[in-house]
C-alpha cells in the first residue's frame, strides 16, 4: 500500500489524501465522460490515462476501476482534469515524489 499522509495543526494522526492498494486498473471502455485514451505496458497493463475533453474523474474512475483521486495526487495535477492532463496508473510507472528523504524541522508559532 502506498500512502500520502498529511497533517493539520492540532492532529495526531494523519489524514490520508491518497492512496493505492496495489489494485491494478482495467479499461470497462468509453463512457460519455470517461473517452480519454489509454496507453499500455508490453505486457498488457494500463500504463497511462490522457483525459479527453468533457471527463470528469467520477467517470475516469468507473471506467478504470481505480482511484483517480490518488492518481490525480501521485501525478501532481491537483484536483481538476484538464483536456490533455496525463495519468499515471500505476506505482511502477510513476517518478517518486522526491529523490531523498525530507526532515521539516519543527516550527516555532
Not at 19 to 37: K, Q
Amino acid at each position: 500500500m502506498i500512502s500520502i499522509p498529511g497533517y493539520s495543526e492540532g492532529d495526531e494522526e494523519p489524514t490520508y489524501y491518497a492512496t493505492w492498494n496495489g489494485v491494478l486498473p482495467v479499461d470497462n471502455g468509453e463512457t460519455d465522460h470517461a473517452r480519454g485514451t489509454i496507453t499500455k505496458t508490453s505486457d498488457g497493463r494500463i500504463a497511462t490515462y490522457t483525459v479527453a475533453e468533457g471527463d470528469a474523474p467520477i467517470a475516469v474512475r468507473e471506467r478504470l476501476c481505480t482511484d483517480v483521486y490518488a492518481a490525480m495526487t501521485y501525478n501532481r495535477l491537483g484536483s481538476l482534469l484538464y483536456p490533455g492532463d496525463v495519468l499515471t496508473l500505476g506505482p511502477g510507472a510513476m517518478e517518486p515524489l522526491a529523490t531523498e528523504p525530507f526532515v521539516m524541522e519543527p516550527q516555532r508559532l
